[in-house]
């Protein structure tokens, strides 16, 4: 059973990091904001040269969610890596904490991160260039449900590799995420991808957020319905996929003495 | 009553390529109360052992009860009732120490947490520290820090992995009394890591002396150093470590 007073207590000690820290912080609110000004400025320069749609919200719109999903796995191996830097796994794990317990600290805490992330850079977007993300409605929930999902899942993945792995691969806890940027179709259609990695997109969930999200705002029609059942079970999959490789890398992790010298 | 039976506890590392077999099958138990030492040269064993203890690492074979239950299937309730102070293990750098303190208090459940960290940082001697960042603490600071973690559930079964190693001599002796006093104030059993000979001679009741991953012997300090016609416990140590001593 999952202890509510230990997910509190990790979720405190990864807050208290965030207070403490300046570039922690920065990652909440700084780089979002960057991102979203150079993009948001390219867009609206591409706009200008008479394209017809409005491409630059698409853009926008597409950078926002794919902050949003990269930020999130990031976030569950950084909070891994924090401990492993600091030399804390040992006194963290010599608690009753579970590994369950510390998964769900992870997520609530990068969900609440990511919520105040989305809604700085969703007002940000509405005041600088006018795009309302929120007008996008119930089925703008539904995505940023799906990219939350995705992204735990990937962080899940990320974080294992760091179980088996440690500080040697800490560089894919930034960059793993970054492989499938190309084919997610984050700011074009995927039907100029070429065919072998058409292919592979069709696997990933996010490339039908980012498609279906291309749509409503150039064409302000909703994506098939078939699109929305995929998304849900290629989520369903990924997720269950993800804390599985977790919990093996995390029991795997144990018998090799790993958190007593995260190397 | 015995508190810990640990029963032909094997640890191997990479079984299938090169295995190392870091503990041969040991086997002791630790009565409630007692101190119970174990002693051994660097690689011996003896974290491995406490490691296994708190669960940090998982043995290849053999059984361990703590407090009456089979530990690897009452995990959770078992470490709650224990804690562990190593000095090969440090807190959250960018945390201060009353927040370290308040994080593993919450860990454990611990209500009025805020009377039980003033009470310890008191008793270790840094209340003035209360607000400096782990990363900012001296070795012995931090030793310090480790210590009122490791005190900060009330623990029925305390591990110590050389626990003193980077203190003064003088706080080291405060410690060593405090430690002391709890044990018999609270029938606290204590399990023990240590190369200060003189210090594991006062504090423990008996010692397990490991020698390449099994036990040569277990007795009292004076025991042992009688048994080996030795002043004391650190001849009978090295006599041990240089193969004088027929296993």
Redesign the interface.
């Known amino acids: 059973m999952i202890?509510v007073?230990?997910v509190?207590?990790?979720m405190?000690?990864h807050a208290?990091?965030i207070l403490?820290?300046f570039d922690r912080k920065l990652d909440i609110i700084f780089w979002p904001t960057v991102d979203l000004l150079i993009f948001g400025l390219l867009s609206v320069y591409i706009q200008r040269l008479n394209v017809g749609a409005n491409v630059a919200a698409a853009i926008i719109g597409g950078l926002i969610l794919w902050s949003l999903v990269y930020n999130i796995q990031r976030d569950i191996s950084v909070t891994l890596l924090?401990?492993m830097?600091?030399?804390?796994?040992?006194?963290?794990?010599?608690?009753?904490?579970?590994v369950s317990e510390m998964l769900m600290g992870t997520l609530i805490l990068s969900l609440l991160k990511a919520m105040v992330t989305i809604s700085f850079t969703t007002f940000l977007a509405w005041q600088l260039f006018d795009l309302n993300l929120l007008s996008l409605g119930l089925v703008l929930a539904f995505y940023i449900l799906n990219l939350f999902v995705f992204g735990w899942a990937f962080g899940c993945l990320t974080a294992s590799i760091i179980f088996r792995f440690g500080a040697r691969v800490q560089i894919f806890a930034w960059s793993l995420l970054a492989v499938l940027y190309p084919v997610s179709g984050v700011f074009y259609p995927l039907s100029t991808l070429p065919a072998a990695l058409a292919r592979i997109a069709q696997f990933l969930p996010i490339s039908y957020v980012f498609e279906g999200l291309r749509e409503l705002i150039l064409y302000q029609r909703l994506p098939p319905s078939s699109d929305f059942v995929w998304i849900v079970v290629l989520n369903v999959i990924y997720l269950a996929m993800g804390v599985l490789v977790f919990v093996h890398g995390f029991?795997n992790a144990?018998?090799?003495?790993w958190?007593?010298h995260p190397i | 009553m015995d508190i810990v039976e640990v029963k032909n506890l094997r640890k191997t590392y990479s079984p299938n390529k090169n295995p190392v077999h870091a503990l041969r099958g040991i086997s002791f138990s630790v009565a409630k109360g007692e101190v119970f030492g174990i002693l051994g040269v660097n690689g011996a064993g003896k974290s491995t052992t406490l490691n296994i203890l708190i669960g940090l690492l998982t043995p290849t074979a053999g059984t361990i009860k703590i407090l009456g239950k089979d530990f690897f299937k009452n995990e959770e309730e078992i470490k709650n009732r224990m804690n562990i102070a190593t000095a090969y293990a440090d807190l959250a750098n960018n945390l201060s120490v009353y927040r370290n303190l308040k994080v593993y208090a919450l860990m454990y459940g611990v209500r009025n947490y805020e009377h039980k960290i003033n009470e310890l940082i008191e008793i270790f001697g840094i209340k003035h520290l209360k607000d400096k960042w782990f990363g900012d603490l001296s070795a012995g600071e931090r030793t310090r820090l480790n210590l009122s973690k490791s005190l900060i559930n009330d623990p029925e079964i305390l591990l110590l992995d050389e626990p003193t190693a980077s203190l003064d001599p003088s706080i080291a002796a405060h410690i060593r009394d405090h430690l002391l006093q709890l044990q018999k104030r609270k029938q606290l059993t204590i399990i023990f890591t240590s190369h200060n000979m003189p210090e594991v001679e006062q504090m423990c009741d008996r010692v397990a002396l490991l020698h390449q991953g099994q036990i040569y012997k277990i007795d009292t300090p004076d025991g042992l150093a009688a048994s080996h016609k030795a002043p004391g416990l650190e001849e009978v140590f090295i006599k041990l470590a240089r193969g004088e001593i027929e296993e």
């Open positions: 202890e007073h230990r509190k207590a990790f405190l000690r208290y990091e403490a820290t924090e401990d830097w600091s030399r804390n796994l040992f006194n963290l794990f010599a608690t009753p904490l579970k029991k144990k018998q090799r003495g958190f007593i």
